[in-house]
């Protein structure tokens, strides 16, 4: 594996230079200064290059491994900071759901080495199912989510949310979105700092959360809660900005430099933690201006906030509530809220840009498979991956995707319900590693009448072609086991099993139609 440009120079220990940087190779660059011994990720968009950068930096500083799914990851992770070391888990917004019940276990277990969490959302829904809000599953589990706003503050914000995992003693996430992930400046690099393990803390009151442990540990979150707003009262990373006091704008992440841009003189208050707030820096900042506007793509995290403690402030009523934001979008919101004046409406040139929807690429081996599933007449339940393209015209294969590994309970669902057609799965290999094994489980101990189709294409190909178990090759690139499907699957109890090549189509028509 070739090193990558942030990974040159990575064992020099007090290298200093300045780098052009994507915010997910800092984050990654900022995991690696911190001295990061153990990180864990299972790929998805726009998170996928951080652990794909850690895996560039020497093996003898850390271990760097694609999971099998987020929640493992995160499990891996958790399993590291028990034993002492600095670990990170990264994740898309999405994987967090699927983390989310040790995710919200640890938050009262809290950590013994440093532990964080880099989260990418992805507004605008760029390449995800959703465009969730992980700010509000910091807030739901008391974790402290820190926004960096460029590929510096994701490597210094990285840095920090180490040390403040170990101070105190909990989970951090440092969330970052699509524009951030996939936007290169310029960010001054450090060398690596060593932290020793701390060694296993044999307290099994703060580690086994049986009930009688849970509760004092949900006091203990409380009081976390409230040590985190009195730091973050005068931590540097919120920094208020001063300018002219007629209004003043709250923001935080990749919509402070739209800000700036559009109002280089305003008073901003740019938040680099958005949960937990700061009660008194809130209310100063806002005493100190005429009106309030808070600037934050999707969800009025901040601004619900400030009504809760009682302040006025606008918001959502100027600033979309779905979607990315963009300069040109913050300026028509400042426009009608009567701070800026309208700009002159520049001629168009009414020429509508030729949509040109995604397609599987020419010679995909899900082409094939995907006619002779539509020649079956099936129901089919879709996932996940390059395959769910098979939903448009003109496979038209598909007829349901909901999440990663829905497909085997979606269409065991469907067949129960009594599915006039019959009912078939389709499932990639990646994703059938990540959350399908349950539900085939599932189908086959309740005798569900569906046939599955695992599309094992050997890569896990929508997210750029990453390794996973059934590849028989690690992140770094080294051999491993690989997954024997067949065998898997006849030890859950699946007695027909048939291997078919996805590319001899009369084949595919053959047997998809046995399967009726
Ligand atoms: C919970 C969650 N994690 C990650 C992703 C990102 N993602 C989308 S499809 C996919 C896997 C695709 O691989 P595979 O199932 O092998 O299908 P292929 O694209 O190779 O056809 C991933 C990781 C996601 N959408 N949701
Ligand atoms: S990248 Fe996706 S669409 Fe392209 S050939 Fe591979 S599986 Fe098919």
């Known amino acids: 594996m070739q090193a990558s440009p942030e990974a040159v120079g990575a064992s020099q ?6 780098r052009p940087l994507t915010g997910n190779e800092a984050i990654a660059r900022g995991a690696w200064e911190a001295g990061v011994r153990v990180a864990a ?3 998805g968009t726009p998170s996928t290059e951080i652990m794909e950068s850690l895996a560039h930096y020497p093996a003898e500083d850390l271990h760097a491994q694609w999971s099998t799914n987020e929640k493992v990851a995160l499990d891996v992770a958790i399993g590291a900071s028990f034993a002492g070391s600095r670990a990170l888990a990264s994740m898309k917004h999405v994987g967090l759901n699927v983390a989310a019940d040790a995710f919200m276990s640890q938050a009262y277990i809290g950590v013994n080495g ?18 969730q809000d992980t700010r509000i599953f910091g807030q739901f589990a008391t974790v402290p989510v820190l926004e960096p706003s460029d590929a510096q503050e994701a490597l210094d914000l990285t840095k920090l949310a180490f040390d403040l995992s170990e101070q ?5 996430i440092v969330r970052g979105t699509t524009r951030l992930s996939h936007t290169r400046s310029p960010v ?4 690596r700092r060593e932290h020793p393990s701390r060694g296993f803390n044999e307290s099994p009151a703060k580690n086994v959360m049986i009930p009688a442990h849970a509760r004092r540990r949900h006091t203990a979150v409380l009081e976390r809660e409230s040590k985190l707003k009195e730091y973050f009262e005068t931590s540097p990373i919120n920094r208020w900005e001063t300018g002219d006091a007629s209004f003043g704008v709250i923001t935080a992440g990749t919509c402070y430099p739209y800000v700036r841009e559009v109002l280089p003189n305003a008073s901003v208050l740019k938040l680099g933690a958005s949960w937990p707030l700061p009660e008194g820096l809130l209310r100063r900042y806002c005493e100190s201006v005429e009106r309030v506007f808070v600037v934050e793509e999707l969800e009025p995290v901040i601004e619900k906030e400030l009504r809760a403690l009682g302040i006025k402030a606008e918001g959502k009523q100027f600033f979309p509530r779905e979607g990315e934001f963009s300069p040109e979008i913050l300026r028509a919101g400042f426009e009608k809220a009567g701070v800026l004046e309208p700009r002159p409406k520049r001629e168009s040139w009414a020429i509508e840009p030729l949509v040109r929807p995604p397609v599987l690429c020419a010679g995909c081996p899900h082409t094939s498979s995907f006619m002779a599933v539509r020649a079956s007449g099936a129901r089919v339940a879709g996932d996940i991956g390059c395959y769910t393209l098979a939903c448009l015209d003109p496979l038209r ?13 979606n269409a065991t669902g469907m067949a129960l319900a009594g599915e006039p057609k019959p009912v078939m799965a389709t499932i990639g290999d990646s994703t059938f590693l990540h959350a399908g094994i349950p539900s085939l489980i599932n189908a086959v101990y309740n005798q569900a009448n569906i046939t599955v189709l ?6 896990t190909a929508m997210t750029g072609g990453q390794e996973h178990p059934g590849t028989g090759k690690t992140l770094r690139g ?5 997954v024997d499907y067949e065998a898997l699957v006849r030890a859950i109890g699946v007695t027909w099993v048939r291997t078919v090549d996805s590319y001899d189509l009369a084949a595919m028509y053959q047997i998809l139609r046995a399967c009726r």
């Not at 080294?478 to 690989?482: G, I, L, R, T, V």
Request: aromatic fraction near 4%; include cysteine; charge should be negative.
């Open 454 to 459: 695992l599309l094992d294409n050997h890569i």
């Open 478 to 482: 080294d051999p491993a086991p690989k």
């Open 114 to 131: 440093g532990l964080v969490i880099a989260i990418c959302d992805d507004p605008g829904i760029h390449s995800s199912q959703n465009e």
């Open 188 to 191: 001054a690099i450090g060398p």
């Open 41 to 43: 990720a299972y790929p």
């Open 397 to 409: 294969g598909l007829d349901t995707t909901v999440s990663m590994g829905s497909s085997i309970g």
């Open 168 to 172: 105190f003693d909990t989970m951090v």
């Open 13 to 18: 220990q007090e290298a200093t230079d300045v």
